[in-house]
């Protein structure tokens, strides 16, 4: 297994991009919650992440609304079901945990699907920042909830909030 990384300036920060086999693996903001550590993400090399940098450049720039790249997700077979999912919520709209936890067929699983949603190693790519709290609060997210806010009015159209700094 060969895997390399690089970063990436985007709107919200520098992105450390990883890559396990020539497939985006890791995605992590500044002080993203469950961070691997750095000498995990292998030697800096920029060679595989055109087509990654060429779609994030697209999308905060307003003209992707759904990415297309091929990815190595390291996870539980769970998280994997999570994850498909997250990739079914549109661009600009938002679900609860709990009706994640229904597409999924097991209702009663919201907590789970919060800690599957929180391990994400691709955020913004599978849209994890999607998913908030019952009552449509902003509740986790692994490169913060000042992130996930602007994120949010980002795709909503809402560049008041989204320009805020966070």
């Known amino acids: 297994m060969t895997r390399v990384h690089t970063v990436h300036e985007s709107p919200y920060g520098p992105l450390t991009l990883v890559a396990t086999d020539g497939a985006l693996s890791g995605l992590y903001m500044t ?55 997250l990739q079914h919520i549109p661009y600009g709209e938002t679900i609860s945990y709990g009706e994640l936890a229904e597409r999924l067929g097991q209702p009663t699983a919201a907590r789970a699907v919060g800690l599957a949603n929180g391990r994400n190693p691709v955020s913004i790519i599978v849209p994890c920042h999607r998913v908030v709290g019952a009552s449509g609060s902003l509740t986790g997210y692994g490169g913060g909830l000042d992130r996930k806010r602007r994120l949010l009015a980002f795709e909503s159209g809402d560049s008041a909030a989204e320009g805020q700094l966070f």
């Open 31 to 85: 002080d993203h919650r469950h961070r691997p550590p750095l000498e995990t993400f292998g030697e800096r090399d920029e060679t595989p992440f055109g087509e990654t940098i060429r779609q994030l450049e697209l999308y905060f720039s307003g003209e992707l609304t759904e990415f297309d790249l091929p990815l190595h997700l390291a996870g539980t077979p769970f998280q994997h079901r999570v994850w498909a999912e």
